[in-house]
């Protein structure tokens, strides 16, 4: 149960306190949890995209409005984590120096750009998704931003003086990478009816992308570090979403 309270407090703002004390072993157990409470937001997210549809909303502005509901029960701590990830890469300085620019606490242009790019394409995505219905889609898309996070806890060290980091880092195992994205491609398959290879491939291809991201800013970095995790939490949920939305045939 550490585990799970530790995950909820973690990755939401609902009130449940976590453990007094956190190590290594705890912080595995709730990043390991990770995909289950973005199912919980994925599903939240797309019965609130469904309501406000019904409620005569635009779809457009559905989305806008779910993208921010999602930034809101997660403190916002994702996209930051995106802004300070672009900001370091965009430093072209050592890794000292960009550790020290994502911690500064500022957006900076690269960060700025960042973020409209990766909300504009979640909430137009969201938006056509929920024009045909796409319900089970939404949620796969914010769950599969959490499996991300699984990947990304794999193999990697932490990077130099990152707390969250060194907690976090390298604690999952290769069956726990696989048998998530293994379940989440099985469930993509009734994301998209009539094309049962688009949800697969949207998943497929979301968690390459967010790899690929992981393992430069590893590079970059020196190491993992919680602004890289956000970063591929919000660059999955983007990329899956979009890919997902390619099919979709508004009425």
């Not at 309270?5 to 004390?21: E, F, K, N, Q, Y």
């Not at 072209?92 to 550790?99: F, I, L, T, V």
């Not at 890919?243 to 045939?249: E, F, P, R, W």
Request: net charge positive.
């Amino acid at each position: 149960m550490n585990g799970v309270r530790l995950a909820i407090s973690w990755l939401t703002v609902l009130p449940v306190r976590g453990p007094d004390a956190v190590n290594r072993s705890a912080a595995g157990r709730a990043i390991l949890l990770a995909p289950l409470i973005g199912a919980l937001l994925g599903a939240g997210a797309a019965g609130l995209l469904w309501a406000l549809s019904r409620a005569g909303a635009s779809a457009a502005l559905a989305g806008l409005l779910v993208v921010g509901a999602l930034a809101l029960i997660t403190r916002g701590m994702h996209l930051d984590g995106l802004a300070d990830t672009l900001d370091g890469l965009g430093s072209y300085g050592p890794p000292e120096r960009a550790r020290q620019i994502m911690k500064s606490g500022g957006a900076g242009p690269f960060g700025v750009a960042g973020l409209a790019f990766t909300i504009g394409i979640q909430a137009f995505s969201f938006a056509a998704l929920a024009e045909s219905g796409r319900w089970l889609a939404v949620a796969l898309a914010v769950t599969t931003g959490r499996i991300a996070v699984i990947l990304a806890c794999r193999g990697i060290p932490a990077a130099p003086d990152t707390g969250f980091g060194i907690l976090v880092a390298d604690t999952q195992s290769s069956f726990a990478a696989a048998a998530w994205s293994v379940l989440a491609v099985a469930l993509a398959v009734f994301a998209v009816p009539g094309r049962p290879w688009l949800g697969p491939a949207a998943v497929a291809l979301g968690l390459t992308v967010s790899a690929i991201l992981v393992r430069h800013c590893a590079r970059r970095f020196g190491g993992l570090s919680g602004d890289v995790l956000g970063a591929a939490v919000e660059t999955t949920v983007a990329f899956t979403a979009a890919v997902l939305s390619l099919a979709v045939q508004p009425g």
